[in-house]
């Protein structure tokens, strides 16, 4: 029996993931965590078979996560399962450590299939990943500016995008207003780009971001 640890902060994903399991004879989740505390705290207590990670959880991102998992418990299977789509945070994640990427966007025979694989061993990504993959690995001539944003600075440009204020984004991820402003300045310069409108834009133009309603 492949005993999973479930971490997302929605219940309702959280029970749907039980139901979809309940019809496997292999697959059961032992355990679940609504944000990123209880789940390291989780990892460090027992001894699991998969873990299926939000990107986004309260109290700590997915990103920062995986590599307190992969320092704590390094042959812990990890599979991100997330409403962003791939070419938010895929690559992130598998650089992090992550062996897998799904989106909820996917079906239940996918997931179970995805959670088989990763606890196995193995690496589960989709064709759009693996054309992501095959193509950090070529020639860097036409690179995309938020690809050069480290992860920190990516999830500030991400918040920025979203309209989130620096005050709470500063609150979210426990830095200083000055710092996050730092942050801010580095995402501008490194996508040579002059304010926030210029960073919604350049989201929505590459399908970062949807266009407020």
Not at 18 to 30: C, G, H, S
Not at 66 to 84: A, C, E, N, Q, T
Not at 101 to 113: C, M, P, Q, R
């Amino acid at each position: 029996m492949i005993r999973v640890l479930l971490a997302d902060d929605h219940a309702i994903i959280r029970d749907g993931v039980k139901q979809i399991l309940a019809d496997t004879d292999d697959l059961v989740v032992a355990g679940e965590a609504s944000n990123g505390a209880e789940a390291l705290k989780l990892v460090a207590e027992q001894d699991w078979d998969l873990l299926v990670l939000d990107i986004s959880m309260p109290g700590k991102n997915g990103l920062d996560l995986i590599k307190l998992v992969r320092h704590d418990k390094p042959r812990l299977p990890i599979l991100i399962f997330s409403m962003h789509q791939e070419e938010q945070y895929a690559l992130r994640a598998l650089h992090a450590g992550a062996s897998g990427y799904l989106t909820k966007e996917s079906d239940g025979a996918v997931l179970i299939a995805a959670m088989r694989k990763v606890a196995a061993g193995g690496v589960h990504v989709s064709e759009k990943v693996a054309q992501l993959l095959a193509r950090e690995r070529m020639p860097k001539t036409d690179e995309q500016p938020h690809t050069l944003l480290s992860d920190r600075e990516f999830q500030i440009f991400e918040k920025i995008v979203a309209g989130t204020r620096l005050t709470d984004i500063a609150a979210e991820f426990n830095l200083s207003i000055k710092t996050v402003s730092t942050h801010k300045s580095r995402i501008l310069q490194k996508m040579h780009l002059a304010n926030d409108t210029d960073l919604v834009r350049y989201a929505i133009a590459r399908g970062l971001a949807t266009m407020p309603e």
